[in-house]
């Protein structure tokens, strides 16, 4: 299956809209990214719109004004998204749940007001014409095809990274600590250096997805760093399915795809993603990814934030038997 | 000596949004008036920032849930006040009473059609379900409205001020501290001082205990959110001629309510009251001496809390 989903991903740019297919990926990596935290340790931030921005800041500034080449901006801007998600998170660590939620949107409201004041990210106007320079001094960027299939490997890796996360040993702590923190703890497992480590994890890959959007669309602005852009990523992931590794792809997918089809409805667009929101908390909890799956196999983790005892409907389990056994 | 820019606050936007009229002041006035000028504004602040975390600790102790929609629900009933006023010609009296028994109605309908499917789930699905429909408020009005703010007039009987001597002080303005804190009062002493307060307190603790004591729970869950709701659209309204009334006037102010409840912990009304009023002073003489950080020094705040009391203030840990 990955094979034929490369491949797809190979021949996209000749069937569909190249632009639109790099911004899908940008948010892929960072759904999947936010993912890390709320579908294998079990924590909401309400806050990655802080590190997905302010890496896309960092890019666009150390590109444009000092003239670094593209794979090194993109490099200092997953850094300082990895050192703010080291500050934010050691904070946030300190309380559980919705006390969670709302310290990491505080401090990204924080990131969002000194983006708004501080002189080099331009205010209100953002940085704009950011260059897409030449990636190792060889292949030049502002070809379309060549930007696209270099965010296609970004994004692979990024992905893989994140795959082999969640199945090393350090996946496996993470994910007792999401299902009952007190038990890991009492195994011995230092709980919070274990959640840092992964909001870190979290926070860098967040900036690479940032830094690479900052390069796509050569403009890094307010709106990266805003609360909304926190929400729509909570959405995404939401949407495609918590706790699944392909779900937050699916839901970058669906929702970008949304985007575009609705641009001209303005305001709308807010309102059609409350709903979204709305019916996915209501009734659709396990996202499009987790329902497929729970029709093939039910060996898929419950969501990371539900009470998974109670989630997990008997029908999952029995129509899991047969590919089970 | 006054600063002339409180005699008209009417069409005044909310002062984090205008570090230029900030400056001015700041400039053009003695620092002794523009201390209490600002710490004015920041008690005034403090007063909306009050209301709404009282009213986000009243629904959290009994629903579990962070309202992400107080913001809009404190919008609609600003919005509410301009309708009544410009549709049906009722004035900010009538609008004070009928505002929030309009939006706390809808807040009824939102516990009864929506919340109440969710309480046996985490409580972040909580946040998300009342993020959602913020986001659906929000992107109405803003369809409808725009961005820019709508001018609601003060009442003729609070217009004007007097002049205490060392400053200024716009009658209105007078009116609104006044009144949250008796709201704010109000709502202490229903909830830790009279019978129904205490089946609340009892339920907040234990809701299976209080309903085989024969008490109907989920219609006090309904209530309660209802009564939630309400304060926040009274708190719109009494904003309503301070700051102007514009779709995007909660989610400005929500975030940073969601700091003061941090630091302040939901674990006592009377926490969320006094750390409401504190951080709007704190916020307000920020702007005094170095007005760039005024914006986040809440969030500077609360980030220090947490260093040395993770609990907040006046929370249990949880």
């Known amino acids: 299956m990955a094979a034929v989903l490369i491949g797809l991903a190979l021949v996209a740019p000749f069937i569909l809209y190249p632009v639109f297919v790099m911004e899908a990926l940008c948010f892929a990596l960072f759904a999947c990214a936010f993912n890390l935290l709320i579908g294998y ?18 890019t666009a500034h150390t ?34 749940g919705i006390y969670f939620a709302m310290i990491t949107l505080a401090l990204a409201q924080m990131v ?16 704009q014409a950011v260059p897409r320079g030449k990636l190792l001094g060889v292949v030049d960027l502002s070809d379309t095809l060549a930007m696209y299939y270099f965010v296609l490997a970004v994004f692979l890796i990024g992905f893989a990274v994140i795959v082999r996360t969640v199945h090393s040993p350090f996946g496996q702590i993470i994910k007792a600590i999401r299902e009952n923190e007190p038990r890991a703890v009492s195994l011995g497992y230092d709980a919070d250096r274990y959640k840092l480590l992964a909001f870190i994890l979290s926070a860098g890959l967040s900036g690479l997805a940032g830094s690479l959007k900052s390069l796509v669309f050569q403009l890094a602005s307010l709106t990266d760093v805003q609360w ?23 839901g970058a997918f669906f929702l970008t795809a949304m985007q575009h089809y609705l641009a001209q409805l303005g305001s709308w667009v807010t309102v059609v993603q409350g709903i979204i929101f709305v019916f996915c908390v209501l009734v659709f909890r396990r996202g499009i990814v987790g329902v497929i799956a729970s029709y093939f196999t ?22 899991a038997a047969p590919g089970a056994s | 000596m006054t600063p002339p820019s409180f005699t008209a606050p009417a069409n005044r936007a909310p002062p984090r949004n ?18 209490f000028a600002q710490l004015l504004v920041g008690l005034i602040n403090g007063a909306f920032y009050a209301m709404l975390s009282l009213g986000l600790a009243v629904i959290f102790g009994l629903l579990n849930i962070i309202n992400f929609a107080h913001g809009a629900q404190y919008m609609l009933g600003a919005f509410c006040a301009w309708f009544l006023l410009n549709a049906l ?117 234990n809701p299976v205990l209080v309903q085989a004591f024969g008490i109907n ?69 920020t702007k005094v001496f170095y007005p760039e950080a005024s914006s986040t020094v809440i969030f500077v705040v609360m980030a220090l809390v947490l260093l040395i009391k993770p609990a907040g203030f006046f929370g249990r840990a949880r």
Request: aromatic residues 10%; contains cysteine.
């Open chain 1, 63 to 96: 590109v444009k004004v000092w003239g670094l080449p593209p794979e090194l901006g993109i490099l200092a801007g997953a850094a300082v998204a990895a050192l703010l998600g080291t500050v934010v998170g050691w904070l946030a660590i300190r309380r559980q």
């Open chain 1, 298 to 319: 039910a060996r898929r983790k419950p969501p990371g934030i539900s009470p998974a005892a109670t989630e997990r409907p008997a029908e999952a389990r029995t129509a």
């Open chain 1, 228 to 250: 909304t852009m926190s929400g729509e990523v909570v959405l995404m992931t939401l949407v495609g399915g918590l706790g699944t590794v392909l779900g937050p792809v699916v």
């Open chain 2, 89 to 205: 010609g009722l004035g900010y009296w009538p609008a004070l009473i009928l505002a929030p028994i309009i939006v706390g109605a809808a807040g009824i309908a939102i516990e009864r059609l929506l919340l109440r499917h969710i309480y046996g789930l985490d409580h972040l699905y909580g946040l998300l379900l009342t993020f959602g429909l913020a986001l659906i408020i929000e992107g109405v009005f803003r369809q409808q409205f725009g961005s820019s703010g709508l001018p609601y007039a003060i009442p003729p009987e609070l217009q004007g001020g007097r002049n205490l001597g060392f400053m200024f002080l716009p009658n209105y303005r007078a009116w609104v501290i006044v009144a949250s804190i008796a709201v704010c009062l109000a709502t202490w002493f229903t909830i830790e001082r009279t019978r129904l307060g205490a089946y609340l307190r009892a339920a907040t603790e």
């Open chain 1, 41 to 58: 340790v079990g924590l909401l931030s309400f806050g990655h719109a802080a590190f997905f921005g302010s890496a896309a800041y960092v």
């Open chain 2, 217 to 285: 729970v989920p219609r006090m869950i309904t209530l309660t959110y209802g009564a939630g709701v309400a304060l926040a659209a009274l708190a719109g309204v009494m904003a309503a001629p301070i700051y102007q009334v514009s779709p995007l006037m909660g989610s400005n102010i929500i975030i940073t309510v969601f700091a003061v409840v941090v630091i302040g912990g939901m674990g006592s009304i009377l926490g969320a009251i006094v750390s409401g009023f504190a951080l709007g002073l704190v916020e307000g003489l």
């Open chain 2, 18 to 35: 205008e570090p230029k009229m900030l400056d001015w002041i700041l400039l053009t006035v003695p620092p002794a008036p523009a201390m």
């Open chain 1, 112 to 127: 969002y007001f000194v983006a708004l004041q501080a002189h080099f990210t331009g205010g209100e106007d953002g940085i």
